[in-house]
């Protein structure tokens, strides 16, 4: 499709489509695969009709950041409430946890174009705190409600609770970005998968009371 080939988009529909593309160009190449000029030529309009959409780049990216948050939302999600019921309160609430961080590294390595792109935008300035997102959104919002879970059912100390959304995260974060672009990315899947059940456990028993 070319700008000329009579393909005519209605108000909002064009700003719909460049974000479609931009995130699979997202998907396949991360966050610098993707630049207006050619999201706008993939769709098949000039870049100054994409630039009537969006200002810059950071713009765009914005857009797509927030997909592919909601993607990774929806992977942990998945994996939080799969966790069986057939087990004791603060049993499925600690494996809640531990599915929550699973999740999180998984689709980092299933998806590493769209996790990069995820926390590439400085759209988002960060949560009331100034650490890190808003904490009642987003895979971030998640894990919040799993922690305030592990209060509820008294495996967590209500005094050990602020902050340890901050260490979960980064210990997952840093654990994917290990894996992605450090050393453990060449480890066996064998060896990652138990090195990243050997953090999980971890994490687990030191919020523990």
Not at 81 to 105: C, K, N, S, W
Not at 114 to 140: C, R
């Amino acid at each position: 499709m070319s700008p000329s080939s009579g393909t005519s988009y209605h108000h909002g529909n064009l700003r719909a489509a460049l974000v479609e593309t931009g995130f699979t160009m997202a998907r396949e190449s991360g966050p610098d695969g993707v630049a207006l000029r050619e999201v706008a030529r993939r769709v098949g309009v000039s870049h100054n009709a994409a630039y009537r959409h969006f200002a810059d780049r950071e713009q765009l990216l914005g857009e797509i950041a927030e997909q592919a948050m909601d993607a990774l939302t929806r992977a942990m999600q998945t994996r939080v409430d799969a966790v069986p019921h057939d087990q004791g309160t603060v049993a499925r609430a600690r494996a809640r946890l531990r599915e929550t961080g699973r999740a999180y590294v998984e689709f980092a390595l299933a998806e590493p174009g769209l996790f990069a792109v995820a926390f590439a935008s400085k759209a988002d300035a960060g949560g009331a705190d100034g650490l890190g997102p808003p904490t009642d959104q987003g895979p971030y919002g998640l894990l919040n409600d799993v922690l305030d879970e592990l209060v509820d059912v008294g495996y967590v100390h209500p005094d050990e609770r602020p902050g340890s959304e901050v260490v979960c995260w980064a210990a997952v974060h840093g654990f994917a970005e290990l894996c992605l672009n450090g050393p453990l990315g060449a480890a066996p899947a064998a060896a990652r998968d138990g090195a990243l059940d050997r953090l999980l456990v971890t994490i687990d028993r030191g919020l523990g009371t």
